[in-house]
Structure formats: C-alpha cells, structure tokens
C-alpha cells in the first residue's frame, strides 16, 4: 500500500475515532498532495518519494507557523501547529542526525575534492538526494557552508 493510501485509511480511521486534530491535519495533507498533483499542464498521481517531498515542506510550515505563534504569544495556536507538525512526522522517513549529515557532507567533499564557498553547488548537488525528506535543507546547506569555510 502506497503512502497516499495509508493516509487515506488513517483518515477513515481518525473520523471514526472522531480524532480532529488528526482527521484535520490529514485532511489538509492529503488537500496538498492532490494540489501537487494537478498543478502544471497535466493531472498526475505522485510518486511516495514526491508525497514525502509534500510532506515535509507540510512539516515546516508546521514548525514555522508554531515559531510564529509562540513569538506572538498566542501558545494556543502555536501547540495547534506544534500538534500538526507532530502528526505529519509520523509518515515522513525518520530524520538523520546532525552527525550523519555531517558525514554525507564530509564524503561528498572528499568526491568532488570542493573547497571554499564556491563548491557548495557541487556539495549540494550530491548531498540532496541523500538528505530528502530526512533532514531539514536549511540545516543541510548551513552544515555545507560550514564545511566548506572551515566553520565546523
């Protein structure tokens, strides 16, 4: 069963519970992916690897709505989004540490011999694929530049 399906069946099964917060969170994710999938010249199914895509781009408007709403002291809105963003972790690949980015980063400068701010495309551009969906791209591009400058 594909990753859309299994959130289509946790959707049944969160009604059924008459848990809102899941059913709602679910709701929304699902809304998304179908929006994924219909936007451009033509209507397509999406791929677990492109949902996960979705989803973590779901997951940090989460975090950063939840930053927003705590900064603006409304803690109830921000345990909301927090409570969402929780929800939308459990489908998306578990996340890899600081160290092992660090060390994907570290193999990927040893293959493409980068050095200096300059190289950081190249870095990116093997670290990416490895770090999809398992760990957040700011992070990952401020732990390359780190490397590449010495900064570590």
Known sequence: MG???????????????????????IRMVLTAITNEEVSGKEARVLSDAEIITVLSREAKKRREAAEAFADAGRADRAEQEKKEGEIIATYLPAQLSDDE???????????????????????????????????????VSGLVKAALTGGN
């Open 101 to 139: 980015v660090k060390k994907i980063i570290a193999d990927a400068i040893a293959q493409t011999g980068a050095s200096g701010p300059q190289g950081m495309g190249q870095v990116m551009k093997l670290v990416t694929p490895q770090t999809a969906g398992k760990a957040d791209g700011g992070l």
């Open 3 to 25: 990753l859309k399906e299994t959130l289509q069946s946790n959707l049944t099964e969160a009604i059924r519970s008459r848990d809102e917060i899941k059913s709602g969170t």
